[in-house]
């Protein structure tokens, strides 16, 4: 897609305000509301313009993980968690290791249960570095279902039930939202 100055303009003028009205971007940048509209829907339908709707995790308190992985099996890892409602993103990436995946959580103790009995305990990982993000200097939203429906079994394959786990009965873990098994209150 090749973009022209209005086109910049326009994506600018989004990224500042979500909200802008199409005759807004028609004033600043002296085209008809319906050009307007078309460029928009040409950005749209290109990718350049994206609507995400989520949680600013660290704006709430929660916590948020980056978690770096070597792995022979990162299609595994990444299809494990795919439903996960404590997964926020996974990537794919080059260097020492060739998996970073992004868990949002209440507490640290949590996504730190989620590292050791998913990722560390997995055959294909041979290495996994655990990060707690601090501070981040531009929003990041999370595309998050905050009603996960109540399934029989975890959507990780996990077959541990949290009511047998002693991380669980300390309240060092929240559990699964997903089984009924939750204590925390975000979900």
Known sequence: MKLDDKDRAIISMYAKNPDVSQEEIGDAIELSQPSVAARVRKLKEGGAIETQTGVNPLKMGLSMAKVDISTNNAREILD???????????????????????????NISTLETIVNSHI?????????????????????????????????ESPCGL??????????????CMGCPNTGNYQGWLY
């Open 80 to 106: 494990l968690f795919k439903n996960c409602p404590y997964f926020a993103n996974g990537f794919t990436i080059s260097g020492n290791h060739n998996l970073c995946l992004m868990f949002v959580g209440e």
């Open 120 to 152: 560390r305990a997995n055959p294909s990982v041979t290495g996994v570095q655990f990060n707690i993000i601090i501070n981040s200097e531009k929003d990041v939203v999370i595309p998050t279902i905050l009603s996960p429906d109540i399934r029989d």
């Open 159 to 172: 077959s541990k039930d949290c009511e047998e786990c002693k991380t669980f009965h300390e309240k060092r």
